[in-house]
């Protein structure tokens, strides 16, 4: 069983994985507004694979006979000043939910959680992965940004995308 202070945190962690997912959403349907569906799409996997990070956690509070509790989601952000800013927004976002599991895990320490603890080490690699993909994409879309010919390219770059190439 789940120590309750770790129960509430993971499920705390559950609505954050959601809410990013919304995000990434909400970031998709600008980049729809602005034509451009390849970024739309790369955000929309993106999404998934939030969702996919919730339901991770949701499967172990339930495999540790813990109750999942589901909150409700901000609404997200819609409006953004540019693709520059809709990348510079994703690591920020990417480095704030780095913040969370790196708190989870000092929480997993501190209450002896050593299954918890084994558990959130996907996560923390997850996240490593998830800043280092937000810094590329910031980088590319700093490059492009002023050349409509590298925009429509990255654009069908990330059109390509799938859940697998995340």
């Known amino acids: 069983m789940l120590d309750e202070e770790m ?3 993971l499920n705390d962690q559950i609505n954050a994985e959601l809410a990013s997912g919304y ?3 909400s970031m998709a349907t600008y980049f729809e507004d602005e034509d451009l569906p390849g970024f739309a799409n790369s955000l929309r996997v993106h999404a998934e694979e939030e969702l996919e990070h919730g339901m991770k956690i949701y499967d172990y ?3 540790k006979n813990g109750s999942v509790k589901l909150q409700a989601i901000e609404e997200p952000r819609r409006q953004w000043d540019g693709i520059v800013d809709v990348y510079e927004s994703i690591l920020e976002h990417e480095e704030f939910v780095t913040s969370l599991i790196n708190d989870l895990v000092d929480l997993s320490i501190k209450l002896s959680d050593h299954a918890t603890n ?3 080490q996907w996560f923390v690699e997850e996240q490593v992965e998830e800043e280092e993909l937000a810094h590329e994409d910031l980088r590319k879309v700093k490059m492009a940004v002023d050349s409509k010919h590298l925009l429509f390219e990255l654009d069908q770059q990330y059109g390509s995308l799938t859940n697998n190439d995340e």
């Open 23 to 25: 995000l990434y959403l």
């Open 7 to 9: 129960q509430q945190a």
């Open 61 to 63: 509070i339930i495999r």
């Open 118 to 120: 084994q558990f959130l």
